[in-house]
C-alpha cells in the first residue's frame, strides 16, 4: 500500500530561479490537493485537481505559480522567478472524493530560497 | 465564512497526564471535521474525523474527540500521554473539498 509520495523532499534555490515539485498520489484517488505551511502555521490551500481537471485556485496562488496534473496522475507545482517568501513546506494531498473528503498527505517538500 | 480556532499554540504535559487540545469552529454547514498530527520534517497523518455520524469519535493512537455543536468545538484528547505523543496538532475543517486548517498546537511531554 503506498502512500502519497513528492519529489524532492528538499530544496534549496536561489531568488529568482523557477523550481518544480512532482506528487504522486494514492493511485485510485481522483482527487490531488496542493497547500502550502510557512514555519509555525497551519497548511494554506493553493489549488486542487478532479482527476485532470484544475477545479479551484487560492488567491494565495500568485501568476508565478502553475500546476499541472497531465492524464489525472502525478501533480507538478512550478514556482516561476522564486522570491524568499515562497520558502514554505510544500504539501500535496490526494483523495478519493468521497468518503467524508478523507485527505492523505505527502511527506512535502520543503523549499528555501536564498 | 468557514473558520477554525486552535486555542493555545504549546501544550506541555506530564508522561501519563491527560492530554487536551482545544478546537472551535465556525461553519455555515454541519461541518465535517479532523485531527492530524505533523512530526517534525513530516507530512500530515489522520488521527480522527467527525462526519456527522458519532459525536464521540476514536481515532489512532488512543486519541478521541467530541463533536459538540452547541459549543462549536471539537477538541482532542488522550487520557494518558506518552513520549511519543510529541508533535504538532491541527484541527481541520472541510470547506467545500478543500480542508482549512487551525494554526497548531505543539505538544511538549515531560517525563
Known amino acids: 500500500d503506498t502512500g502519497v509520495s513528492q519529489d524532492p523532499r528538499h530544496k534549496i534555490t536561489k531568488r529568482g530561479q523557477n523550481v518544480t515539485f512532482r506528487c504522486d498520489p494514492i493511485s485510485e484517488h481522483n482527487r490531488l490537493y496542493w497547500y502550502r505551511q510557512t514555519l509555525g502555521q497551519g497548511p494554506e490551500f493553493l489549488t486542487y485537481?478532479?482527476?485532470?481537471?484544475?477545479?479551484?485556485k487560492s488567491r494565495l496562488l500568485s501568476d508565478r505559480f502553475s500546476a499541472e496534473r497531465p492524464k489525472g496522475s502525478f501533480s507538478t507545482l512550478e514556482i516561476q522567478r522564486t522570491e524568499q517568501g515562497d520558502s514554505a513546506m510544500y504539501l500535496c494531498?490526494?483523495?478519493?472524493?468521497?468518503?467524508?473528503?478523507?485527505?492523505?498527505f505527502g511527506p512535502g517538500t520543503r523549499l528555501t530560497v536564498t | 465564512a468557514q473558520s477554525v480556532t486552535q486555542l493555545g499554540s504549546h501544550v506541555s504535559v506530564s508522561e501519563g497526564a491527560l492530554v487536551l487540545l482545544r478546537c472551535n469552529y465556525s461553519?455555515?454547514?454541519?461541518?465535517?471535521l479532523f485531527w492530524y498530527v505533523q512530526y517534525p520534517n513530516q507530512g500530515l497523518q489522520l488521527l480522527l474525523k467527525?462526519?456527522?455520524?458519532?459525536?464521540l469519535v476514536k481515532g489512532i493512537n488512543g486519541f478521541e474527540a467530541e463533536f459538540k455543536k452547541s459549543e462549536t468545538s471539537f477538541h482532542l484528547t488522550k487520557p494518558s500521554a506518552h513520549m511519543s505523543d510529541a508533535a504538532e496538532y491541527f484541527c481541520a475543517l472541510d470547506s467545500w473539498g478543500k480542508l482549512q486548517f487551525g494554526a497548531g498546537t505543539q505538544v511538549v511531554v515531560t517525563p
Open positions: 494531498a490526494s483523495s478519493t472524493g468521497t468518503d467524508s473528503y478523507e485527505q492523505y
Open positions: 467527525y462526519t456527522s455520524a458519532a459525536t
Open positions: 461553519s455555515s454547514v454541519p461541518p465535517y
Open positions: 485537481f478532479q482527476n485532470e481537471a484544475q477545479l479551484e
